[in-house]
């Protein structure tokens, strides 16, 4: 028996249970924490303790947009602060989304819980705060972001994906090629069908040195989008340290892209 058919009997050996398992073990990373570690440093509950989905920075400039940040696979709310230390000062209101199954949030783990999830965060963002209300997701956040925001389009004035992928399935075929990953995840995260009809402006960032998501995935992205559409390399930045290639001018001109039709 070949190799890869060998691979793919053996896999069809594994329940469906295990196979859930398995593919949520090379995909999410949460980070447990407890409330009370999250909320300091000028970052509040939102919108209440009692129904806690993410972390809130008011801004230190009059404010004119909001905007819900949707983190990768690693970690909670809690280690995006930079964000809001980036964007408050612009006069962006940040909330940090915070997903089921990390840090405080009961919940569990997948492409169906997330994307619920982060719809209903815009909605919620939305009738709390009007418009315009952009939306950022960075690599895992960005398939998450770009799912949620296609269902809720009227109420985002405009996208940032960070270090983003076009379907999951490429990354994963990218990585394990001797897998046959078609097969194996559960969760897809095609962020190329959910914005093809997507019409708001679209900010595609990508990291030129990207050793997790290679470049490559966010430009056919890029190339694919029929919306008013950005393409920018970070020079020289990995998955893990692009924020440290960028300044307040570069802030400033993403946010010049994205609200232009808002301002």
Known sequence: ???????????????????????????????????????????????????????????????????????????????????????????????????????????????????????????????QYGAPLLVIGESLGAGVAAAASARQRDKTAGLMLITPWDTLQHVAGYHYPWLPVSWLLRDRYDSAANLASFTRPVLVVVAERDSIVPAQFGVALHKGLVAPRQLRVVPGAEHNDWFEHVDDAWWRDALRFLLVRSD
């Open 1 to 127: 028996m070949k190799a890869a058919g060998l691979a793919l009997w053996l896999w069809s050996l594994l329940p469906s249970p295990a196979l859930a398992a398995l593919q949520d073990q090379f995909l999410y990373f949460p980070a447990k924490a407890e409330l009370p570690e999250l909320v300091a440093g000028g970052l509040r509950a939102w919108p209440s303790s009692q129904d806690f989905k993410g972390l809130l920075a008011e801004p230190t400039a009059p404010v004119r947009a909001t905007a819900i940040v949707f983190h990768g696979n690693a970690g909670h709310a809690g280690h995006r602060r930079a964000y809001a230390a980036a964007l408050a000062p612009q006069g962006v209101r940040v909330i940090l989304a915070e997903y089921p199954g990390y840090g405080p949030r009961p919940g569990p783990l997948g492409e169906v819980s997330l994307v619920n999830d982060a719809e209903q965060v815009i909605a919620q963002a939305y009738r």
